[in-house]
């Protein structure tokens, strides 16, 4: 099983910058992935970045140059370096985890509460 913390967010003008952390505590398995992904009112959810267990991350075109993603100093944590924000990038922001559990050999997406991103123009 896995459960993700999430933290940062929140309010900011256009231009700034947040950062988004989470941690995920992992149980009888291990975590393939971990990223964020983000959903607007009346939009569906989408990607914003993810790194998998070699390292390599996937970020979506709109945020590209903008947004950063880096793994925590702990284990199964990473962080979304938010720069130059633009009101386009409000969203509920969730913290994503895929699980490949040891017993039967299954995956499963894990999600968190989500944190809500606000950018005022």
């Known amino acids: 099983q896995v459960q993700l913390v999430e933290s940062g967010g929140g309010l900011e003008r256009t231009g700034g910058s947040l950062r988004l952390d989470c941690a995920a505590s992992?149980?009888?398995?291990?975590?393939?992935?971990m990223g964020w992904y983000r959903q607007a009112p009346t939009n569906q959810r989408e990607l914003v970045a993810t790194?998998?267990?070699?390292?390599?991350?996937n970020y979506a075109d709109s945020v590209l140059g903008r947004f950063f993603l880096f793994r925590g100093n702990a284990r199964n944590t990473v962080k979304l370096q938010m720069n130059r924000l633009k009101p386009e990038d409000t969203a509920e922001y969730y913290c994503?985890?895929?699980?490949?559990?040891?017993?039967?050999?299954?995956?499963?997406?894990?999600w968190g509460q989500g944190t809500q991103v606000t950018v005022s123009s």
């Open positions: 992992v149980s009888g398995g291990t975590v393939e992935s």
């Open positions: 994503n985890a895929e699980y490949l559990r040891y017993a039967r050999n299954d995956r499963k997406n894990y």
């Open positions: 790194i998998d267990t070699d390292g390599r991350i």
